[in-house]
């Protein structure tokens, strides 16, 4: 019986890369492309501008290549790069901040309708809707698995609002799958 590994060694190409072989670096990025990209999507809403955000995080992970010491997850390494990367353009963008909860009655009333059979797709169109601050929160806990202390220094908001955050980011959700399921299927 033949064992297939689920956590690749990419120990050899990583070193290869560290040393600026520029055939390893592209063949890591070959490999890693594809999930970063929809790392970065997850947060920026433009697939354009989303390809920018990965490409400027890969830059930044050869650059800091060589601080990656090989404890941990290389992918997670990668990951976390990505996320910081999209956290910055979205501050950049003047896109990341919090709002009140008279926002959210607002948002509510332009909600987009989608087909009731949820999609990956479909899913990331009602996270899109989501006001960015909830939304980054949103994604930083419930898709990508971080703390609330963890998204509260990365997003530099205390824990409180990181948990009102995700409350309402829920909420609002709740309340787009419930109106889209009434749109649906015609009933109330």
């Known amino acids: 019986m033949k064992l297939i590994s689920l956590h690749k060694n990419y120990d050899r190409l990583i070193a290869k890369a560290k040393k600026g072989n520029r055939k390893a670096q592209h063949e890591l990025f070959q490999l890693f492309s594809p999930k970063m990209m929809s790392v970065c999507r997850k947060y920026v809403k433009h697939n354009d501008l989303a ?16 601080s990656y010491e090989g404890s941990g997850s290389f ?16 501050r950049k963008q003047k896109k990341l901040f919090f709002q009140d909860e008279s926002v959210i009655e607002n948002s509510l009333g332009h909600a987009t309708d989608f087909p009731s059979e949820l999609e990956v797709e479909d899913i990331q169109k009602l996270i899109d809707t989501l006001p960015e601050g909830y939304k980054a929160v949103f994604v930083l806990y419930a898709i990508e698995g971080y703390k609330h202390s963890e998204i509260a220094e990365l997003l530099q908001i205390s824990e ?29």
């Open 51 to 66: 390809e920018e955000v990965m490409l400027t995080g890969f830059l930044k992970v050869f650059t800091h290549l060589p």
């Open 75 to 90: 992918e997670g390494w990668i990951r976390r790069i990505m996320v910081n990367e999209s956290i910055s353009e979205l």
């Open 160 to 188: 409180g609002t990181s948990k009102s955050q995700l409350s309402k980011a829920r909420k609002m959700l709740q309340n787009l799958v419930e109106r889209q399921n009434t749109t649906s299927y015609g009933t109330k």
